[in-house]
């Protein structure tokens, strides 16, 4: 049969969003909403307990409830834990959001890292909101795209640490905050759906077809037979 009448089904975007969304909002958006409102009610200190607390609860009802438990997730709980203490020994603001910004110019190296490596991190992160079946990861031009999109997220978190570290420098905590967020997520959100239209003029360009479906399953190469 000829190449292109390969099918490859892919989460539709509105299954991708809620599959993906609830991560994120309990790994980045709900911390940070949470921060910025108990930062006026509590003080700096009653808003970093509140804040590592949301995590850990979230974290906690996955596990009690035997939902799967992303990697994100347990990341952010892991540094989200470190950063509250330091913060906390050193009662300064700065130091809390320093930390992040650090560890974002660290994952910009990662990202840059992985490429000569011959293993993207862009393919590993991306199980995490859209699984992909093995037998597609193999394929020779899906490497190949993995390899160029780490170089754009190389570029992407570079970019928003740099930023990130003028804004802590030059604003105060709560314009920081929000500041921070609106910029965090603009450029993140481009990033995917730049990374997403990539995708699909690779797939293109390999004569394959893009079939969405209506139900987040691992992602599949159909060949008629």
Aim: with cysteine.
């Amino acid at each position: 049969m000829p190449l292109a009448a390969n099918t490859i089904h892919l989460p539709a975007p509105r299954a991708f969003a809620r599959h993906a969304l609830p991560g994120l909002l309990e790994s980045t958006v709900g911390p940070v909403a949470l921060f910025y409102a108990m930062l006026s009610l509590l003080g700096l200190r009653g808003a970093l307990l509140a804040t590592v607390a949301f995590s850990y609860v979230a974290l906690g009802r996955r596990v009690v409830t035997g939902r799967p438990v992303p990697g994100l997730l347990v990341l952010a709980c892991a540094l989200l834990t470190v950063r509250t203490a330091l913060a906390m020994a050193t009662g300064s603001a700065f130091v809390y959001f320093l930390q992040p910004t650090l560890g974002t110019f660290l994952v910009a190296g990662a990202f840059l890292i992985s490429v000569p490596a011959g293993r993207p991190l862009a393919e590993r992160l991306a199980q995490d909101f859209c699984p992909l079946d093995p037998a597609l990861l193999r394929q020779p031009f899906v490497r190949r795209f993995f390899l160029r999109v780490s170089l754009l997220w190389t570029f992407v978190f570079l970019s928003n640490a740099t930023l990130t570290l003028w804004l802590l420098l030059t604003y105060s905590v709560k314009s920081f905050v929000l500041l921070k967020t609106a910029a965090s997520l603009f450029a993140i959100g481009t990033a995917i759906v730049v990374s997403t239209m990539w995708f699909r003029r690779a797939l293109h360009g390999e004569g394959f077809s893009l079939h969405w479906s209506v139900r987040v399953k691992p992602a599949t190469v159909r060949q008629p037979s």
